[in-house]
């Protein structure tokens, strides 16, 4: 059974990146869409990215300009880096994994990871 | 609009039938994806579009789609059904793909 774990700062300081790994614990990382997710306090999911097996990448266009990704299939793992944040960036980081039948088919998803914005 | 709108709140009696409906442009062209959130958890994947239930989740859940609007329909519902809802599904209506999620349908089970 495939699982998925976000680590990364849970505090990070306005104005400065985001960064959080998810690190695949098993199985190949082939014909995946690798995707992050969030969910700011008490509201719903909002689809950040997604990184293809391939390297092609795809972000939600209000953070397409904060947003990069990277995968490493080496090490069976992939990240998110987010600049430039906000308090409004504060919320739980889900790192999802879609089929190659479609991004939106989040068949696996991490336990996710609490990140506060805050001085 | 690509975007996708749930009603916030639905409730039902133990053992009942009950639709939590999902609406937006994007549905006349992507078939919905179905995730529940159980509070403290993350999101389960339990349904695709019309017939793709993925292994582990119960038979009662099922899905379809007329025009613009998915549904998610559960029969006989359990107790244990009882948590958040939300669809997803794809978007590339504008100059970017994206996936969208509906804002979600708190389901009470009475």
């Known amino acids: 059974q495939v699982q998925l774990q976000e680590s990364g700062p849970g505090l990070v300081n306005p104005s400065e990146t985001l960064s959080l790994t998810c690190s695949v614990s098993?199985?190949?990382?082939?014909?995946?869409?690798w995707t992050w997710i969030r969910q700011p306090p008490g509201k719903g999911l909002e689809w950040i990215g997604y990184i293809y097996y391939s390297g092609a990448t795809d972000y939600n266009p209000f953070l397409r300009s904060r947003v990069s990704t990277s995968l490493d299939m080496s090490k069976n793992q992939f990240s998110l880096r987010l600049t430039s944040v906000t308090a409004a960036d504060t919320a739980v980081y889900y790192c999802?994994?879609?089929?190659?039948?479609?991004?939106?088919?989040?068949?696996?998803w991490g336990q996710g990871t609490v990140v506060t914005v805050t001085s | 609009s690509s975007e996708l709108t749930q009603d916030p709140a639905v409730s039902v009696a133990l053992g009942q039938t009950v639709r939590i409906t999902c609406q937006g442009d994007?549905?006349?062209?992507?078939?919905a994806s179905w995730f529940q959130q159980k509070p403290g958890q993350p999101p389960i994947f339990v349904f695709h579009g019309e017939d793709n239930r993925p292994s582990g989740i119960p038979d009662r859940f099922s899905g379809s789609r007329s025009g613009n609007t998915a549904s998610l329909t559960i029969s006989g519902t359990q107790a244990e059904d009882e948590a958040d809802y939300y669809c997803g599904t794809r978007d590339s209506s504008g100059s970017h793909f994206r996936v969208v999620f509906g804002g979600g349908t708190k389901l009470t089970v009475l």
């Open positions: 994007s549905l006349r062209n992507y078939y």
């Open positions: 098993s199985g190949s990382m082939n014909n995946y869409y």
């Open positions: 999802a994994r879609a089929t190659k039948a479609g991004a939106d088919i989040l068949d696996m």
